[in-house]
Each structure stands twice: as structure tokens, then as C-alpha cells.
């Protein structure tokens, strides 16, 4: 049991409370989600339950928490470890070892763990999560996701009563989230294992959700069944939101929710609301043949070839350690590889990266690996000195408003929640105004609105002729705006056409709206009338 009463905490130098006279209580063997905005409080409300907050992060705590008899407060995270496992939402910052297998088996040696024992653990985590493939190669080498995967496994495999995701699911591809959330229930339900989950991707995780916890952005929690929370938030998972569009009552929470009636009876009704997506006429901006890549002379991209033309939002869908990262990094130069790449029809495959970060803007994965500077104001101006171009703070702060960061344009980048990290890389990488954008990963760590935000923003640099190459997880947010999808699968392009193809085609990537209507070529539930 978990019993928390009257918790605030305040970060130190912070003029407000991020969670202020907190009452709530985790019955064991459930699992609790917990939801808000970006920067509401659902990462810091997990470091209490495992004492991160106040042991690691300083700040001033009151109240009274209660983990399975245990107080955070006064016991630390080293006292809660054997028992409170915690899954950052940036994996790389709990790594201590290089190689997958002995990461995976450090919290055992730590544990005192007999070696036969602790051999069949870290056996059975990696057949369950499908990682011998990965088993002993550099966490240094694999894809984001796969990272994921593996922090993940790290803590599963100390068996633990609590377990706490932060941002669980946001670099993993659909089936590998369903692989994971489906071990995580069957631990709950065998042994009465209580997991809490920081998510934003609610369509994920809702069909295997007990309670949900809301923080909203006034810091306040609201507690409650999904069935209580979830139709009265203001942005609703595409489930949802179609029965709402229909009248449903109650509303479908997930796909399996969905009234076999309803789909039968009124399919007829339906008409397709064209899609506001149009096939771009523009010639090609970037051109890549024959593209082929190795690490340790496995190939990871064999033979692509694929195009992006100007005016034009290119996604690239795949599963974990598919090649999406390998190949963005690849026509950058900033891994080895073969092959002939063109900008505007001109060669600059033997161009140095220096010259290609001109003309590309590129946001990788992790954005932390973009943020050196003391303030986003800072972070800009090093990214202009580096091109040679000035601009006024004014024509900076006009900037920054696009991303609803202006009003924190003097604060430390790595002071910010993982959304906003996000946002501040994404500036920095834009604010040259390349011609072509990379994009991996856009959307971890941020919430509905900021990813409608984000749509929209991508949709205007389209329509200013910039070409888009985005890479993504998020099959919702790729079917709002996508004008072409490409999806890879071992390092080959294994289809390159239209959404309502992609998601038709390709079960693994589909939207609710499609698993919902199969065969219809919708996709969104603005295709439904």
C-alpha cells in the first residue's frame, strides 16, 4: 500500500509548490496512470514515492508518504531500492555499464544475488523482452528505443513491489509498448506488483489502466477511474473523441471498447472528409541512393534509396533498431557509410558536416545532447555564431513564442522538464531557417496540446517550402500531417507511399481510427462525418 498525506514540495530557488498538500493512497497490485500537462508535476510525484525528491533534488518537502512501510522522506532511494524500482524518462541516466547484459545484471550484484540465480533472472528478462539480440552489444550502439528496453529490464529484474515508469512507451514502437505493458499487468497480476505510470500516450496504456491520477496544470490532483478522468479531459485519445463525434454513451475508452453495433450499423453513414494532406507537385530537395551502413560490419542499412521533396512532410515509421535513427545520422555524415546523396540535384555526399548543418536542421533523440548553454536565449545565439548569422533578442523572444518558451527564455535548458528540453532543441536547430529538417523523435516527453502545437508549426514550415523528414513512434501524430509515410524494416525501405495505404497495410502502425474502421482508409476521426 502506498498512503501519501498532505505532500507539497517546492524545488529549490522556486517561487511556487509543483505539488502542494497532495492526498492519495495506491491500493497493491494496480496500476495507476498518471497524466497532465508537461511540467505539471508527474516526474516529480514519482522521485517522492522513491525519494529521488528531496535526497537527489534538494527543495523543501512536507507531509507524510508511506511505501509499504517505508517513508521516502527519511529512508532515501538507497533504503527503497530493494524494493521501489524507477525507470527514468531518459534512459541513458541510469546506465552505469557499457554492454546490455551487464547493465542489465548490475542491480543483482549490488542485491548479493547467488550467480545461478542471478544468471536465470537476467535469462528470463531477456527472452520475455526479446533482447538476445541486442544481449551483448554497447548500450552506446543501439537505437533509442531499444535503450528503453533495456532500462526497463534492469529494474524488472530485481523483482521489485513498486515499480515507477516515467515515460514508459515514448521511444518504443507500438508492439514493443504492448510487450512491455503486457509483462508489466502479468507481474501485477501474479504478484501483486503496484506499478505508477507517467504517460502521455493515453491510448497506449489506457486498456491495461486501473486508476487514473490527474495533475493538472495548477499543480492539483484529480483521482479517479478512467471511465471518471478521461471523457472530461480537454484532449482525448482518437478512441474517445470518435464516440463523442457519435453520441456514444458511455464513451469507448479503448479499440476493444468500441460497440461491434455501432461499426456495423452506421458504417454505411460515414462519409470521408477529405484529408487536409495533399500530394506534393514540388521537385525533390534531398535525393538518396543506394544509402548502405554498418556497425561492427552488421549492416543496418542496406540499398535505400528515398527522396524528400520540397513542401513535404516525409514520416519514417519502423520498429525499434529498424535503421530510422541510422539513416537521418547517415545523410548527415555523422556515421560512415555508402552511397550517393544530392541537395537540389547537387552532390554532397563527400561535403563536411559543417556544410550539411547548414542546409539541414537536425533534432536527434536525446535533446540533451544539444543543450550546453546557461539560458534558451544562449542556446540560440551559439547556434547563429555558428552559421555567422545575428538577430535581434526581440526577433529571439518572437522566435521562441512559436514554442511557448519566451517567458522562460533566461532559464537553464536542463533545468526543464523532457517536453520542454524538447522544445528548446527544436529552436536551436531551427532558428537558421534551414531549408530541410530532421526530425527524431519530435514528440517525447510532451503532451497533447503541445503536440497539436507542434503539428501546426510543422504544417507552416511546409507550406513556406521547407522539406520534412520526421521520424517517429507516434502513429497518431504521423497521420495528422504526414504527406507521404516511408516505413524501414531491417535497415531496407519496405514501403513508401501514401497514409491511407500505410495504415491499411501495416497492422503494427496503425491508428485507433483505423484499427477501429478496418479496410475504410480512414484514419483520423476527422474522416468520419
Known sequence: MINIKGLSFKYPSASQHVLENVDCQIEPGTLTLIIGPSGSGKSTFL?????????FSGGTISGKIDVFGSDPITDGPEMLAANVGFVF????????????????????????????????????VIERLELSSIRHRSIHEISGGEKQKVAIASVLVTNPKVL???????QLDPISADQILRLCVSLKNNSDLTILISEHR???????????????DEHKLFIGGPEQIIPHLQNVPPVVAIGKKLGLNPL?????????????????????????????????????????????????????SISLNKSEILVLLGKNGAGKTSLLRSILGLMDSKGEKYFRSQNFTDLPMTMILKQIGYLPQNPN????????????KVTLKNHGLEKTEQDLIDFLQQFKLAEKSHQYPRDLSVGERQRVALTAVTIHDPDIIFLDEPTRGLDYAAKNQ????????????????????????????????????????????????????FPAFQTQTARIFKDSGWFLPEHIN
Not at 90 to 118: C, H
Not at 372 to 378: K, N, Q, V, Y
Open 47 to 55: 522521485r517522492c514515492i522513491n525519494g529521488l525528491v528531496p535526497h
Open 454 to 505: 507542434l503539428s501546426l508549426l510543422f504544417k507552416e514550415w511546409r507550406d513556406f517550402g521547407k522539406g520534412i523528414l520526421l521520424v517517429t513512434h507516434d502513429v497518431e501524430f504521423a497521420a495528422g500531417m504526414a504527406d507521404r509515410i516511408a516505413i524501414i524494416d531491417a535497415g531496407k525501405i519496405i514501403f513508401n507511399g501514401s497514409p491511407a495505404d500505410a495504415f491499411t497495410k
Open 202 to 216: 493515453l491510448e497506449r496504456l489506457l486498456p491495461y489502466t486501473d486508476k487514473v491520477i490527474e495533475i493538472n
Open 164 to 170: 515507477l515508469l516515467d515515460e514508459p512507451t515514448s
Open 252 to 304: 469507448p475508452l479503448t479499440v476493444e471498447d468500441f460497440p461491434d453495433d455501432v461499426i456495423k450499423n452506421k458504417k454505411p453513414d460515414f462519409k470521408l472528409v477529405q484529408s487536409e494532406l495533399q500530394k506534393t507537385k514540388s521537385g525533390s530537395i534531398l535525393e538518396i541512393k543506394h544509402l548502405s551502413a554498418q556497425i561492427d560490419q552488421k549492416p543496418i542499412l542496406e540499398d535505400v
Open 89 to 124: 524518462q531518459e534512459p541513458e541516466a541510469q546506465f552505469v555499464f557499457d554492454i546490455v547484459e551487464d547493465e542489465i545484471a548490475f542491480a543483482l550484484e549490488n542485491m548479493g544475488l547467488a550467480r545461478n540465480e542471478m544468471h536465470a533472472r537476467v535469462d528470463d
Open 369 to 380: 545532447d544539444l543543450l550546453f548553454a546557461e539560458t534558451i536565449l544562449d542556446e540560440l
